[in-house]
């Protein structure tokens, strides 16, 4: 764990919020998020997914390694303390690191992902809050970006379609 700026509130006097991520290819998505996140609580954790996790969810490395990310996300003046994750069980997660509200992206919300992480976190009492998914930037768009750049016999026409 990197500790940020604030002292983490006693037990009871302030809401703990906790924010996962990959957060590779840091964007305003990624900003808008975090931004979010810290105006609906008193201490922001920031988790960010470490690289093996990432290449079994996504089936590929992410482009910064992991304590790069974390150390770009720890400087983020939302943040008040960064997490490494490298177990996929968020509840695991949530023993660690006490947080009384966990935020997410509303792409998981009414999914069976997301309707099994409302119910496990409602179980031990963290309310998931979930935010809008930044639509016209993502890393997935950044990544495809850079590897037009990388291979310019690929058109921005095909490139263009895949989105």
């Given amino acids: 764990m990197v500790r940020g700026r604030r002292e983490r509130p006693v037990k009871g006097t302030g809401v703990v919020g ?13 900003l808008n998020v975090l931004r979010h996140a810290a105006a609906n609580c008193d201490y922001l954790i920031a988790g960010v ?3 093996d996790m990432l290449e079994q969810a996504k089936g590929r490395r992410p482009v910064v390694p992991v304590h790069e990310r974390a150390e770009i996300v720890s400087h983020i003046g939302y943040v008040d303390e960064v997490f490494i994750e490298t177990q ?7 023993r660690r690191c006490q947080f009384d509200v966990f935020f997410k992206g509303d792409d998981w919300r009414g999914t069976p992902k997301g309707d099994e992480l409302e119910q496990r976190f409602a179980d031990v009492g963290v ?3 979930y935010f809008p998914y930044t639509v016209h930037t993502s890393s997935t768009k950044l990544r495809r970006a850079l ?8 058109s921005i026409e095909q490139v263009a379609l895949e989105s």
């Fill in 147 to 154: 590897t037009l750049l990388e291979s310019p016999a690929e």
């Fill in 127 to 129: 309310q998931v809050v």
């Fill in 18 to 30: 906790y924010a996962p991520g990959a957060w590779d290819l840091f964007h305003v998505g990624h």
């Fill in 49 to 51: 997914v470490d690289d």
């Fill in 88 to 94: 996929p069980d968020k509840l695991e997660t949530w």
